[in-house]
């Protein structure tokens, strides 16, 4: 490794370099904390200074680097660890990403709708270039020779312009009517074609009722929007995927012959022996092969207690290890009775959920039947009136032209866009594209406990009454172990400014405890059994200290309560919202964080499907419930609330359930991500207003055919920008918490 | 009314070109990354383009 590090590459093997463009590979890395000009220059100088980088590029919006490796030889060639390892170095915490499907096909998508954009700006500009010129020299004198050379020149741009930018809208339409349905993209797409189709006839003829202008500006309004809504979409998928792929571990794999390497978590099969170090998160499931440890399961059971484990024991991906090491042989996830019964009840739940229709689409049923009718009303009165069929049709196709529901179709996009990027600058990722929707109509609030109203810490419960000189003794022990109860009692003892002395000998038995002998006294600090206490004594507590003679003194835990759970559960109840805690804890440690936090309706000690239970239970009485929680027994609940949220610290499995995710100690973030859904909600239905006041207005007139091109020039436009101007005041607005409607 | 004969295929092609510049900025990548282009223009000392910067100090090297 050395000597390859030093010798210098020969120009032979820099020929090669450029000819082998296959031996290339790229690897994108996510790295949350490049936040400015001087981390791009740093990240980029580590990574292209390791050997076999031939490429590193910085991406700021993404917060992602895309590495160009060269594998040329194969043991120089760097792998994703090795990168990682380097960042780490320059102070930069990284993860390989793993793009799910969905997102590859959402950045088709929005490469395909840029170019469609361009060029559909390019004509939109150009055509009303030639336009205003008619509509002015209509009042002044110009001749009609001059008039039709701009209409056949407008024509001659609009026609490939729209035939190529408007096929997002073509195709849509095309595949729902395929399937018997109406979306909004049919009456777009039939003004826009009828539109296109009456101009170039009128051109023809040499008449006046020219409309390009109108369809070319629709077609790039909605454009707009539409890529809008999709890099949008696209940005809040790409930090969801960040996220988890800082959550993804890496695992120590042994191989029989004793030798170790790193593997990533999804890389490893059944089979495979991993060694699991004290403090770390178990990368798969299994069962243990050698060694005693406890393991931290609250992820996974929502219980805070440590189970102790020893050879033959099952555990679970997620799960954190405590001060034992352990060596595990992951087993098929699936065999896994607990992650298989999750994963049916997850499926049944969504199925509940599938049903919601968005409020677009719900727009689009009433709205294009009903200007289709418009349409054919005008010709048949035309018609009645004796008008002929050449004005009959030629007004018909004035309403559609008219009412092509431009500014309905912006209506809910350009909310949605503005409502996403505030939530997103807050930290709360919106990931289900309907999901803020069904957010704004949430009238409950369930809570799960642990991970989600608390913390992922404990801390020591002490009222002062600990006395100060065993609390110093205690914590001399605690001192040298990594356990989570140990560090507690460490902080405990900080806090009230006790000096805590190290002392040197103390042993850890895993799954047991400390011992200290000093001076032929022991000490023991560790499980009931481990100090030999009984049962009787401090039922509650979960670690014990005993010094030879004495009798054993128990000491409780309980879980940090995130800083504003009370406010924020004061605020949801304040607005009406009914607030429950639903918790798989024991019943004592959920009843004190209920009290903590003025939950009043609190459950403990559920399983997966009685969650699940409830939260039908509430559906049922006609409850929209917001579900949130982190562990892998909240997932059900998750997928079968009206709409669900979970903290970035969840498990992937939560995370990919939830609608949002939300990053950071506060829980604020809940009443955030609801009022912003909620005034998303009345923004949209103010839109929908504005949009059918246009109609109002307009329709009447292209019924009477008094709708000249000038009139749905403008109309189209202001009625798209005015919808547009009142979405873009969500990212800026203050919110309030509106009240919700009680059931009870 | 003949300027028209040259001022109209004049204005196109100059939309042309505009067009034209857009749609070889996006295949090029230069839309890829709005926040880091700011940074990286008001960076002095490092040329701008990576891959450049890396095959020449991969050919010194």
């Not at chain 1, 689409?361 to 050449?390: C, K, N």
């Not at chain 1, 459950?603 to 009685?610: D, I, M, T, W, Y």
Request: include cysteine; charge should be negative; aromatic fraction near 6%.
């Amino acid at each position: 490794m050395e000597a390859t590090l030093i010798a210098p590459p020969t120009l032979k093997e820099n020929a090669s370099l450029q000819d082998a463009t296959k031996d290339l590979e790229t690897v994108t890395l996510s790295v949350p904390e490049i936040v400015c000009g001087n981390c791009i220059r740093t990240v980029e100088t580590a990574l292209r200074n390791i050997r076999g980088v031939s490429a590193a590029r910085a991406n700021l919006a993404l917060r992602r680097v895309t590495v160009t490796l060269c594998r040329r030889n194969d043991n120089a060639s760097p792998d994703v660890p090795d990168l990682v390892a380097a960042l780490k170095n320059v102070g930069y915490t990284a993860a390989e990403v793993v793009e799910g499907a969905e997102t590859t096909a959402s950045h088709g998508r929005t490469s395909e709708l840029i170019p469609r954009l361009g060029v559909a700006g390019f004509a939109a500009a150009n055509i009303m270039l030639l336009s205003v010129s008619v509509w002015s020299g209509e009042a002044s004198d110009m001749d009609n020779s001059v008039r039709d050379l701009f209409h056949w020149v407008s024509a001659l741009i609009a026609l490939p312009a729209i035939a190529y930018a408007g096929q997002p809208f073509f195709r849509s339409a095309f595949s729902a009517l395929q399937a018997h349905r109406l979306n909004m993209d049919v009456p777009i797409s039939l003004g826009i074609l009828l539109a296109t189709a009456m101009s170039l006839f009128q051109t023809i003829r040499g008449g006046e009722q020219v409309y390009f202008d109108a369809a070319i500006t629709l077609v790039f309004f909605l454009l707009i929007g539409r890529s809008l809504d999709e890099s949008m979409r696209v940005r809040a998928r790409g930090a969801a995927e960040n996220l988890l792929s800082l959550r993804a571990m890496s695992a120590t794999v042994v191989s029989e012959d004793g030798s170790v390497r790193s593997l990533p978590a999804r890389a490893l099969s059944p089979g495979m022996r991993v060694a699991i170090a004290a403090g770390e998160r178990i990368p798969a499931d299994g069962t243990v092969a050698s060694g005693r440890s406890e393991i931290d399961e609250s992820l996974i059971t929502g219980e805070t207690v440590p189970r102790y484990v020893a050879a033959g024991a099952h555990v679970h991906a997620g799960t954190v290890n405590g001060s034992g090491t352990l060596h595990i042989l992951v087993t098929i996830a699936d065999e896994n009775t607990l992650l298989a019964e999750i994963g049916r009840l997850m499926l049944a739940a969504e199925q509940s959920r599938g049903r919601y229709v968005r409020l677009a689409d719900r727009a689009a049923q009433i709205y294009a039947p009903a200007v289709h009718v418009l349409g054919l009303l005008t010709f048949a009165a035309w018609m009645l009136s004796g008008s002929g069929w050449e004005l009959s049709v030629t007004h018909a196709i004035a309403v559609l032209i008219i009412t092509c529901p431009c500014a309905l179709a912006l209506a809910v996009p350009a909310v949605q866009v503005a409502a996403m990027s505030r939530l997103l600058s807050r930290g709360v990722i919106v990931k289900a594209a309907d999901g803020l929707e069904r957010m704004g109509e949430i009238d409950s609030v369930v809570f799960d406990k642990t991970g989600t109203l608390t913390l992922e810490e404990v801390v020591l419960v002490d009222d002062q009454n600990i006395d100060a000189r065993l609390l110093a003794r205690v914590a001399s022990l605690a001192v040298t172990s990594r356990h989570p109860y140990a560090q507690a009692i460490v902080r405990a003892a900080r806090d009230r400014a006790i000096v805590v002395d190290a002392v040197e000998g103390v042993q850890e038995i895993p799954g047991f405890g400390l011992s200290y002998i000093d001076e032929g006294r022991e000490q023991r600090l560790g499980s009931a059994q481990w100090v030999g206490a009984g049962a009787d004594q401090n039922a509650e507590a979960s670690l014990w200290y005993k010094s030879t003679d004495e009798t054993p003194v128990g000491f409780r835990f309980i879980d940090i309560i995130r800083p504003d759970a009370r406010e924020t559960v004061e605020a949801l109840r304040d607005a009406g919202y009914s607030v429950e805690l639903l918790s798989g804890d024991r019943p004592q440690a959920v009843a004190r964080a209920a009290a903590a936090s003025l939950i009043t309706d609190w459950q403990g000690a559920l399983s997966p499907s009685e969650k699940l239970e409830r939260i039908g239970e509430l559906r049922s009485k006609g409850h929209k419930t917001l579900m949130v929680g982190d562990g892998l027994n909240d997932a059900p609940a998750l997928a079968a609330g009206y709409a669900s949220m979970s903290p970035a610290s969840a498990v992937d499995i939560s995370q990919a359930a939830a609608d949002a995710v939300f990053q950071g100690d506060r829980l604020g973030s809940v009443v955030e991500t609801l009022k912003v859904a909620q005034a998303a909600r009345r923004m949209a239905l103010q839109n929908f207003a504005i949009a059918i006041a246009y109609n109002a207005i307009f329709v009447p007139m292209a019924m009477l055919g008094q709708v000249t091109p000038l009139v749905a020039a403008l109309a189209m436009s202001t009625s798209s920008i005015v919808v547009t101007a009142n979405a873009i005041r969500l990212r800026t607005k203050k919110l309030r918490l509106k009240p919700v409607r009680r059931y009870e | 009314m003949t300027s028209l004969a040259w001022l109209i295929p004049a204005a196109l092609t100059l939309g042309l070109v505009g067009l034209g510049g857009f749609l070889w900025a996006l295949r090029s990548g230069q839309l890829e990354d709005l926040e880091g282009a700011g940074w990286r223009a008001i960076e002095d000392g490092e040329p701008a383009s990576t891959n450049a910067n890396e095959e020449s100090a991969d050919r010194h090297a």
